[in-house]
């Protein structure tokens, strides 16, 4: 049985105070809660966030990091850097840093890999475009991004990976998939998993769904038997409506 798992990208989003109300807004409204739940502030928020959330059930995590462990790399942070601050995941893939920054699979397999290897969980974003979709190519984007994302992990890395599903039509445009085009997909990324890792492993892999979730829809999406949680964004920037999400999760 997959635990679900519901995590909050605030993108570049908050200032330093919101960032620190709206943490413990979230924190303080999880009792009782049996998910596993993150947020993911902007990198100059979390050393505080952490700070403040730190021995309780609410995680932090980064949303991007560089693959490299240190360095001339202006501008950029390393895995090490988001494990020390007390981060436990680190959002690697986001849509926006595919189609606004031009990363590509081989480098978000660089950083998948990194992550793992200092000790961070990755969510490994996929998802296709509006005209991918419309041209029938949904199911082999997703794979594709799937199969080069995981190159290389191990299958005892493999558990602490999750995947996030999030069609790029459906990201900050308040047009969700439907429950039956995210199940459809959640089902082949579980089935690219079990040719590459075995059925067993696969079934055990957290698979979310990210685009447009809130607390209205949340509930429908997340009972499809392949949704393992969510990865929110416009609506994980206040309490209440992103705990209405985690309170939908199985
Ligand atoms: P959204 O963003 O919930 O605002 O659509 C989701 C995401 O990009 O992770």
Known sequence: MRKSFVAGNWKM??????????ARGVA???GGVACDVAVCPPFVYLDAVARTLKGGPLAVGGQNMYFEGKGAFTGEIS???LKD???RYVILGHSERR??????????????????A???????????TLSERDGNQTLGV????????????????????TLAYEPVWAIGTGRNATPAQAQEVHAEIRKVLAALYGRNAADAVRIQYGGSVK????SEILAQPDVDGALVGGAALKADSFLAIVKAAK
């Open 28 to 30: 303080a409204g999880l």
């Open 13 to 22: 989003n908050t200032t330093a105070q919101e960032a620190l109300n709206l």
């Open 142 to 161: 997703v794979e594709r991004q799937t199969r080069e994302g995981l190159q290389g992990v191990a299958a005892d890395a493999l558990p602490r990976v």
């Open 215 to 218: 607390p209205e829809n949340a």
């Open 85 to 87: 601050v007390g981060c």
């Open 79 to 81: 895995a090490a850097m």
């Open 118 to 128: 200092a000790g961070l969980d990755p969510i490994l974003c996929v998802g296709e």
């Open 99 to 116: 189609h606004i920054f031009g990363e590509q699979d081989a480098l978000i397999n660089a950083k998948v890999k990194a992550a793992l």
